[in-house]
């Protein structure tokens, strides 16, 4: 079955589309108020975050539009150190979308909601003209406890970088995919909750923390490093890679600096902590191909020291990292 | 020698200075993502040459693409660096935000799908390179005929590089030494080089693109000068790829589809005999790529052309950073990944 205007209409192809597909995976006290807006009793210091998933094709290996949609936005909220309690989410549903796909999509964001320990509290559904597609979107709330303040701005020099995992992987499966190529690469999709709750129970006290989505390391350590204001260096021998995904890099002329990610993260920690939060994150499911990468310095700008030991300034990524002609 | 031992001649150098002029835009990308330039000599100044086909591109081709992606039932299949090159007032990205058809390709050969699923859409493709490429497009046009699609188009800006190292041997005295472009030499063969070296008595090496392979290059072209040897061979220290030969297949598919012609260089100028072109026997396939040399003016400031032929380095073009940025680029070696002041600049 197909999706048609007339499911985005409110009348009676919308009742049983909200029942049968979002009602019965996203069933929860609150939500199934169904009022006009969810009432929720919350207090301290809130970290809310909202972001939009458009991505194209709506299943890849590794995972859905859906899975994004729910570990993007309570990834958001872990980086900043809070617990991710309630999400909402919004539709926009293209004419032709095919309904099981739907209900695929539906079911996955509900598992995934469920292992971060969030409840889905508001939603909407649009159904506009097109040629089924499907863009998400999910803001969200967690609470920041006492005591825990982590920002872009708080590195300092001598402070240790370290990377989580491979870089590359989900841009690469995503390319691979549109592009009809087969290989063994997978997104890398993934709730980073494992990771940030075991480095808070081992009481490292993170300076600062983001996930290496769109953009890549790259321009994520400038976005950083000018918050900071404080020099970068890495090590590119340091950086974890698949193999495949690098190969994949190679052929295309991609740089893996620039790719996205969807399960990793860099985070900054006292020099004192760096080897045990490394020990911490490599004992964890998604974090085990964890590295620390390079250190805090004074001054600004990224600069990268390269396999055979020359330097390279690393900037944002400029323009959209398309591979090349020759 | 050992790398080690490569890298310690190469930075301890003290001579004269020299110029060596490294022609492929991979090349430039290779030796910045490996901060081959922080290891080396100061006295050891690395020149960008015109090796990227997308920077020495006119803008009245950039203007027939856009003219194509415009039109009714017409789609224009692009390699993605071309998207955001200016033409006389637009670009394909901005056309293409104007509603203008354009497609970025992986694979030249994603025409032929898209042309038999869609026979009533005439796909144009934007075919850039050099003789690396080349040979690409006269398989497309050999396999189009074969499955008996008619509905696609070139728009060729196919050029040869030897003409235009010709030119910059006859006119830009201060080059000591070449590296050639490692793709182009695996179709034309280190040999192909040879009478232009001798000529010219400049020394030319192959390298491969890994750091290692270039840092050995700048190894040997250093030591032939340094050793004032007249030049009598190339050196080729890409063996793994190149032959003397080069690639008799692809010589023999560039023979059978394509011809040479004048090609507008922008910086240089018309280079006769330095385009390829379809051949007349394959006109269907012809989207009107003849005659593409008019170039806009560049402003007065604006120094593409010296920075092409290695006269000066990106940083002393006076809009370099202030109005010529990746993200606003005035000229074409600022819009390209393989363009030596977009790299400068990413890499500064």
């Not at chain 1, 600096?257 to 998604?286: Q, R, W």
């Not at chain 2, 693409?65 to 006389?88: E, R, S």
Request: aromatic share 6%; hydrophobic share 40%.
């Amino acid at each position: 079955m197909k999706i048609t205007m007339a499911h985005g209409s409110g009348g009676k192809s919308s009742e049983e589309l909200m029942e049968q597909v979002f009602g019965r995976h996203f069933a929860n006290p609150i939500l199934d108020k169904m009022e006009d807006a969810a009432v929720l009793e919350v207090s301290g210091r809130i970290a809310f975050s909202t972001d939009t998933f458009v991505v194209t094709p709506l299943e890849f290996k590794g995972g859905n539009i859906g899975k994004l949609a729910i570990c993007g936005t309570v990834n958001d909220l872990l980086m900043m150190g809070a617990r991710p309690k309630y999400l909402t989410c919004g539709f926009v549903l293209e004419e032709g979308l095919d309904v099981e796909l739907l209900e695929r999509v539906v079911a996955t964001m509900a598992d995934y909601a469920q292992q971060a320990g969030v409840l889905i509290v508001a939603g909407d559904t649009k159904v506009v003209e097109g040629q089924g597609g499907l863009f998400i979107n999910t803001a969200g709330i967690g609470i920041i406890e006492e005591g825990i303040h982590i920002s872009a701005a708080n590195c300092q020099p001598g402070d240790a970088i370290l990377l989580s995992g491979t870089l590359g992987d989900h841009h690469g499966a995503i390319l691979s995919a549109r592009m009809g190529m087969e290989n063994g690469i997978n997104s890398d999709c993934a709730l980073l909750s494992d990771m940030t709750d075991a480095l808070r129970e081992g009481g490292i006290s993170v300076r600062a923390m983001r996930d290496v989505t769109r953009g890549g390391l790259g321009t994520i350590l400038n976005e950083i490093a000018g918050k900071s204001r404080c020099q970068f260096e890495i090590e590119e021998t340091a950086i974890p890679m698949k193999e495949e995904v690098a190969a994949f890099c190679d052929i295309l002329g991609l740089e893996p600096l620039y790719m996205a990610n969807e399960g990793k993260m860099v985070l900054f920690v006292p020099e004192e902590d760096a080897e045990k939060a490394l020990a911490i994150l490599k004992d964890t499911e998604n974090g085990r191909d964890a590295a620390i990468i390079g250190r805090v310095r004074e001054g600004g700008g990224v600069r990268m020291i390269t396999r055979l030991g020359g330097s390279r300034l690393i900037d944002v990524l400029y323009g959209e990292g398309l591979p090349r002609i020759c | 020698m050992n790398i080690q031992e490569v890298i310690r001649y190469l930075k301890e150098y003290n001579g004269p200075e020299l110029r060596l002029m490294e022609v492929c835009g991979t090349h430039t990308a290779s030796i910045f993502k490996s901060g081959i330039r922080s290891m080396i000599s100061e006295k050891i100044r690395l020149i960008s040459g015109p090796g990227c086909p997308v920077c020495v591109t006119p803008t009245s081709y950039i203007d027939r693409c856009i003219d194509y992606a415009m039109k009714d039932n017409h789609v224009l299949l692009t390699f993605g660096d071309m998207i955001k090159v200016p033409g006389t007032s637009s670009s394909l990205a901005e056309a293409k935000g104007e509603g203008a058809r354009v497609e970025i390709m992986y694979s030249p050969f994603e025409a032929l799908e898209k042309a038999e699923k869609n026979p009533g859409v005439t796909y144009v493709l934007a075919a850039v390179g050099f003789e690396t490429t080349a040979p690409i497009y006269g398989l497309l046009i050999r396999e189009a005929l074969d499955r008996g699609i008619a509905n696609i188009r070139l728009v060729t800006a196919l050029k040869t590089v030897l003409p235009a190292l010709e030119w910059i041997c006859a006119n830009e005295k201060g080059i000591d030494g070449f590296i050639c472009p490692g793709h182009v030499s695996v179709i034309i063969g280190s040999d192909a080089y040879g009478e232009l070296a001798h000529r010219y008595q400049r020394p030319f090496a192959v390298a491969g693109f890994e750091p290692e392979h270039i840092l050995a290059v700048l190894y040997d072209l250093v030591h032939q000068i340094q050793m004032k040897k007249p030049v009598e061979d190339i050196h080729n220290l890409y063996t793994n790829a190149v032959r003397a030969e080069g690639n008799p297949k692809a010589a023999e598919v560039l023979h059978q589809y394509f011809e040479e012609g004048p090609a507008m260089w922008r910086g240089l100028g018309v280079i006769p005999g330095s385009g390829l072109y379809l051949k007349d026997e394959f006109a269907a396939f012809e989207g009107g790529s003849r005659g593409l040399e008019t170039d806009r003016e560049l402003p007065p400031e604006c120094r593409c052309g010296e920075v092409i032929v290695g006269r000066i380095d990106p940083d002393q073009c006076p809009m370099f950073g202030t109005g010529c940025t990746p993200t606003n680029p005035y000229g074409p070696c600022m819009v390209s990944a393989e363009g030596a002041c977009g790299i400068w600049y990413r890499n500064r």
